[in-house]
């Protein structure tokens, strides 16, 4: 398996953007999910290949936007209008295989992830 890089986290104010990216090639699924402090890892939003189909937890919805340029076998997470709840660490994941729309939450269903990336949202 390749690793998976992602870059982009940083220190930002409440409304403000970032952009994270994901080097990665091959793979069918991506997408992001978030650990903050002392909770569960939970799911932020995936991206399919084919077709170009998008997922996103309602908490990002119309703030995040999940994007990939397989030119450049990059995933990329934009996001917007910075919440200081969207404070996390944020990890890029991926599978082979094309993952069904009632599992594409699911962790158990990537079977490759990168490190992770510090997002903080503070004034």
């Known amino acids: 398996q390749v690793q998976l890089v992602e870059s982009g986290g940083g220190l930002v104010q409440p409304g403000g953007s970032l952009r994270l990216s994901c080097a990665a090639s091959g793979y069918e699924t991506m997408g992001w999910f978030r650990q903050a402090p002392g909770k569960e890892r939970e799911f932020v939003a995936a991206h399919r290949r084919s077709g170009g189909s998008t997922f996103y937890a309602e908490s990002v919805k119309g703030r995040f936007t999940i994007s990939r340029d397989n030119a450049k076998n990059t995933l990329y997470l934009q996001m917007n209008s910075l919440k200081p709840e969207d404070t996390a660490v944020y990890y890029c994941?991926?599978?082979?295989?094309?993952?069904?729309?009632?599992?594409?939450?699911?962790?158990?269903?990537?079977?490759?992830w990168g490190q992770g990336t510090q997002v903080t949202v503070s004034s």
């Open positions: 994941a991926a599978a082979v295989n094309r993952i069904i729309n009632s599992a594409i939450r699911m962790q158990r269903m990537y079977n490759n």
